[in-house]
Structures are given as structure tokens and as C-alpha cells.
């Protein structure tokens, strides 16, 4: 089986600081990989060479192996801070993305009705991104990212900037959304317990510079438990990627 | 999510409550605000009446007294002349400013080298006062129609250029990398998303500027004018209608306040989004 996504010995330098070492991974079609490491483990970096924002120093970047010449509307990206354009409504905002496409003023207009409805904002199309609370400015950047029906969807740290509960609801809403999309998803978080619950896999990086220190496959068995986040198999998971972490995060701070 | 659920239940409850006691409170604030302005009136009513000597009341007339030559002046139709002549040519100098300066910063914010490299002079131009140049004009230009309208243009352009410039600069580069990541090209990068986001900014340059037109016109119009607002300022001084002059200076007052109001109210309708993400 090819890979959807390829890194292979990517290394990305800034003047004297290395950010990324000699990474290489590879992530199926329609995967779900949660990235986790340290502040300055290169997460974000290896997120912008995968979005096509920078290059790498040397090694490779490949989309269904293709080396990734530039940003394009085959791969989605969501960040922390929303980056919604507050002078656009709801709608108008998810249009962004499809408005150098084929798709004339109406079926635009119902493309973004369509995925709203998706990330469960019907009702509040017309509402600027000013009347949203921080839960709905994300699921309408996660709607934007969708609607133009990227292959791949990057997102970095989307949900760092929310209260505990939301964060808990849009992490199941995003589940939903990868088992009914089919999409690939590489989510970067700060949380281990987010990781655990979204990713298939976890790869861990080490703080400075970044290296890929192991990948671990989650296998949180029944998913169908009330309190998936207190089960067994879960705590396990959990404690085995803080023990991974654990030396990294000293070594950072 | 609690505090979503809750919030409805709190809000009627305090709305319905709280609807006379906003009426009320806007009332008081409506006079709070007006209260300073009401005192200074009557006080140019009643100390030329009570406190000041002869020969100071001639130089200062009550109110009432003003007011009345206003009232003539509206009736004779002078005051419609002078006034139509005035805006005439702050018009023409704003209009011709922010018709140049708009493109013009925006040409040298997006070429960055280029306004690093022109900002020194730009602020040494900002901060020459444009009455100081007014002799310059009027020696390069003539005393008619045209110094008065290129003294506007100059007094008008700076902030426009520089809010402009300070607009496209201040774009969130965040904006800018979700626009990158979507494979923007540089134009619609350009259209999309720099220039809707520099517009409230530049809105803010372009109100300065109407109230410029109008401060420095009054004062181009003392020299060598046969007609608007200043010219009827100094000439009724140097007549003595002391009453007529005072009346001038009340609706030059007007009319700023006035101009100033109407650009706010715009400003608010295009920058809807900036004011309330802020607030």
C-alpha cells in the first residue's frame, strides 16, 4: 500500500536553530495521526511543510508521492486561532475557499449551508465570526477547510484555545466527521489525553530539535463507553505516551 | 456549555427589569453630555449682559444677539453663498486627496522596501503644519481658487496616505497565511484579504481628512477671498459687524460638528466587525 503522506529524512534548519532532524514517517489514506512533542519540537513546522507554507532543508515531502511544491485546495488547514476573515459571515467565510473554483454564486452558497449543517451550525449562516463564541469560530474553520473536499486535513493545535468542555464536544464532532468523511487527518495537539482519544496513531517528537521518537498505534478497543476517557485501555495509552513525553517536556522547559 | 444554557434565563429576567432604567439613565447621559455645552451658552449670554464693561460687550455680544445676525444672513441668502462656496472647495481638495492617496498607499505599503524608504519623508510632511505653506502656494499658485484647493489637497493627503499604509501593514499575517494556505495568488491575496481588512483604517484617515478640508480651509479663505465662511469671518471683523462675524464662527462650528458626525456614523457602518472584536 502507498502512503498518503511521506516524509522521508525531512530536516528543516532556521539560520543556526534545527527544527526538524531527519524525520521520516508515512500516513495511510484516510488515517487519523495526532502529533504530539514539546514546545519547539517542530510540530508546527512539520505542519506548514506539509500545508506547502515552507520547504524543507533537505528530504522530502510527498502527497501520494508527489513532492508538495506550494500550498493547494488538495490538503486543509485549521489553526489554533481560527483565522476566519471577521469582515465575512459564517457562510461567506466557508465559501472562501471554493471561490476560485467551478462552482457558481448558488451552489456555493449551498455547499457552505451544507457543511454548517455539518459541523452543526445551522441557523447561524449569517452570523460574523464576532458573534461566535470560540467553540463555533472553530467548527466554522473546520467547515471552510472541509467544503473545498481537501484529501488531507492538517490541523494545528485547533482546540487549545477552548474550555474543557468544548473541546471535549468538537473532539467527538471531529471523529464523526473523519469515520463519515474518509478524510486524513494529522492533528497536532499539546494533549496527551486528545491524542489518545483522536488519533489511530500518536507519534511523539523530541524537544530540540525535533526528532521522531516513536509512533504509538492507539487501540482503545470499544469506543461505544460513556466514559471512553477513563477506561482502562485508556489510561494505559495515556500513561505509556507520558512516559514518552515525560524526559522530552523536562528537557524543553 | 453550561454557561450557554444558562445565559437566556439570566438575560430575560434582567432585560425586562432593566428596559426603564436604560431609558431613564440615556436621558441623564443625553444631559450629562449636552450640560457643558448649555452652561457655555449661557454664560455667552449673560456675562456680556451683567458682568462685561461697554467696551468689551461691543467685541462680544450676547448670544441672542449673534444669533439674530444668523438669522438674517439665512434670510438675505448671504449665508447660503458663503457656504456653498466653502464646501465647494473643501470638497474639491478632499475628494482630489483621497482619490490620490488611497491607491497611492496602498502602491507603497504592498512594495515594503518602498515605504521604508519613503516614511521619514512622509513624516516630515505629516508634521509640516500646511498653513505654514500657504505663503509657498500662494507665490507658486496665485491667490485664487487654485492655492485655496491645493492647500486642502496637501492638509488631506497625510492621513489618508499613512492610514493607508498603516492598514495594509497591520493586516493579521494569520489572515494572510490562511488565505496562503488556500493557494491564494498574490492579487486576490491583494483583494480578498488585505484590502477588506485595511478598509476600517483607512476610513479612519479618510474622516481626519474631511475634518482638515474644512479647519484649514477657513483659514485659507482669510487671505484673498471674495467669498466663503472665512472670508466672511475676517471681512465682517474688519467691517465691525461684530454680531455677522460671530454668527460665521457659529456655523463654521456647525458645520464641522456636523461633517465629523456624518463620517462616524459611515465609519460605523463599514467597520462593523473591527469595533465589536475590539469591544
Known amino acids: 500500500m502507498t502512503a498518503k503522506i511521506s516524509l522521508r529524512s525531512v530536516t528543516k534548519t532556521f539560520d543556526t536553530l534545527t527544527a526538524l532532524d531527519d524525520v521520516s514517517l508515512d500516513i495511510e489514506d484516510g488515517a487519523f495521526l495526532a502529533l504530539v512533542g514539546p514546545s519547539g519540537s517542530g510540530k508546527s513546522t512539520l505542519l506548514d511543510l506539509l500545508g506547502g507554507l515552507a520547504k524543507p532543508t533537505s528530504g522530502e515531502v510527498l502527497i501520494d508521492g508527489k513532492p508538495v511544491t ?153 469506543r461505544s463507553n460513556d466514559d471512553l476517557r477513563s477506561a482502562p485501555a485508556f489510561v494505559a495509552h495515556r500513561h505509556r505516551l507520558w512516559e514518552l513525553l515525560h524526559d522530552e517536556i523536562r528537557r524543553a522547559a | 456549555m453550561t454557561a450557554t444554557l444558562e445565559a437566556p434565563t439570566v438575560r430575560t429576567g434582567s432585560e425586562a427589569a ?99 524608504f519613503l516614511n521619514p519623508l512622509l513624516e516630515l510632511a505629516r508634521n509640516t503644519a500646511a498653513l505654514a505653506l500657504l505663503p509657498v502656494f500662494t507665490l507658486l499658485l496665485g491667490i485664487g481658487e487654485v492655492s485655496k484647493i491645493a492647500l486642502i489637497v496637501y492638509a488631506c493627503v497625510w492621513p489618508v496616505l499613512l492610514n493607508t499604509i498603516a492598514g495594509v501593514n497591520t493586516v493579521d499575517p494569520l489572515l494572510v497565511k490562511a488565505a496562503r494556505s488556500l493557494g491564494l495568488s498574490s492579487p486576490s491575496l491583494f483583494r480578498k484579504v488585505i484590502l477588506p481588512s485595511a478598509v476600517p483604517t483607512i476610513f479612519t484617515g479618510i474622516r481626519m481628512a474631511a475634518a482638515y478640508s474644512i479647519l484649514i480651509l477657513i483659514a485659507a479663505e482669510m487671505v484673498g477671498a471674495k467669498a466663503g465662511l472665512g472670508y466672511l469671518i475676517n471681512n465682517s471683523q474688519v467691517n465691525f459687524q461684530i454680531q455677522q462675524m460671530y454668527a460665521a464662527i457659529i456655523t463654521v462650528s456647525v458645520l464641522g460638528l456636523a461633517i465629523n458626525a456624518g463620517f462616524v456614523a459611515l465609519e460605523r457602518r463599514f467597520s462593523t466587525w473591527r469595533v465589536k472584536e475590539k469591544a
Open chain 2, 18 to 116: 432593566a428596559k426603564p432604567q436604560k431609558k431613564k439613565s440615556r436621558l441623564s447621559k443625553t444631559f450629562r453630555g449636552s450640560a457643558a455645552i448649555l452652561l457655555f451658552l449661557a454664560g455667552w449670554e449673560l456675562a456680556p449682559r451683567y458682568l462685561l464693561d461697554e467696551g468689551t460687550k461691543t467685541f462680544l455680544p450676547p448670544l441672542s444677539e449673534d444669533l439674530v445676525a444668523l438669522w438674517e444672513l439665512i434670510l438675505n441668502g448671504q449665508l447660503a453663498d458663503h457656504l456653498l462656496a466653502s464646501l465647494g472647495r473643501s470638497a474639491a481638495g478632499f475628494v482630489l486627496a483621497v482619490a490620490v492617496s488611497v491607491p497611492l498607499g496602498l502602491l507603497i505599503a504592498w512594495y515594503r522596501p518602498l515605504a521604508e
Open chain 1, 70 to 222: 506550494g500550498p493547494g485546495l488538495d490538503r486543509g488547514v485549521v489553526f489554533q486561532q481560527y483565522a476566519l476573515f471577521p469582515w465575512r459571515t459564517a457562510r461567506a467565510n466557508v465559501e472562501f475557499g471554493l471561490e476560485g473554483g467551478t462552482l457558481n454564486k448558488r451552489q456555493r452558497a449551498e455547499r457552505a449551508r451544507e457543511f454548517l449543517d455539518l459541523v452543526g451550525l445551522s441557523g447561524f449562516e449569517e452570523h460574523l465570526p464576532h458573534q461566535l463564541s470560540g467553540g463555533m469560530k472553530q467548527r466554522v474553520a473546520i467547515a471552510r477547510s472541509l467544503a473545498y473536499d481537501p484529501d488531507v486535513l492538517l490541523m494545528d493545535e485547533p482546540y487549545a484555545a477552548l474550555d474543557s468542555q468544548t473541546r471535549e464536544l468538537l473532539q467527538e464532532e471531529l471523529r464523526r466527521i473523519w469515520q463519515r468523511t474518509g478524510k486524513t487527518i494529522v492533528f497536532i495537539t499539546h494533549s496527551i489525553e486528545e491524542a489518545v482519544y483522536l488519533g489511530q496513531k500518536v507519534a511523539v517528537l523530541t524537544s530540540r530539535p525535533g526528532r521522531l521518537k516513536d509512533v504509538v498505534d492507539i487501540d482503545l478497543g470499544d
